[in-house]
């Protein structure tokens, strides 16, 4: 087998990998969202966060904990849509970009966050997925002749 088609053999098991682990992280710590062992973890994060601790306000902690998990729920199935509806998956995936940013935001805006430093870091990896499918599932729609 020739390099180039070898590469995009890679190519299209990665993206596949990328697209659905994605889904899938989302999907598991979207549902850990109903723990109260998770509620009482994540809620320092959301409090001191200028662009989520209304959620706190209104929900209180496990309200708050689940809102946001119904959130990832949802991103999690748009993304995983793209073979069917590459189109609702890109959304999905610019969704998924605008929650990395505001959770890395988190870095900065919780006071001694330094426990929460690691579990953070791995959405900087997240956002660089999400920007990626968002992407090559735009390029799908682009090739099919969808209208965004």
């Known amino acids: 087998m020739e390099a180039a088609g070898f590469g995009r053999i890679l190519e299209r098991i990665g993206a596949n990998v990328l697209r659905y682990s994605l889904a ?45 998990g119904v959130i990832e729920l949802a991103i999690a199935l748009l993304i995983a849509l793209r073979f069917w509806k590459p189109l609702l998956s890109a959304w999905g995936s610019i969704f998924a970009v605008g929650m990395f ?42 090739r099919r002749g969808e209208t965004a």
Request: glycine share 8%; proline share 5%; hydrophobic share 55%.
């Open 24 to 68: 899938f992280f989302l999907l598991f710590f979207g549902a850990l969202k109903w723990t109260v062992e998770e509620a009482r973890g994540v809620n320092p994060l959301i409090a001191n966060s200028p662009f989520l601790s209304w959620a706190d306000h209104l929900f209180g902690l496990q309200g708050a904990s689940e809102f946001i």
């Open 101 to 142: 940013l505001i959770t890395l935001s988190f870095l900065f805006t919780t006071p001694n966050v330094q426990q929460s430093v690691p579990f953070l870091l791995k959405d900087l990896s997240l956002l660089g997925a999400s920007l990626w499918t968002a992407g090559e599932a735009f390029g799908a729609v682009a």
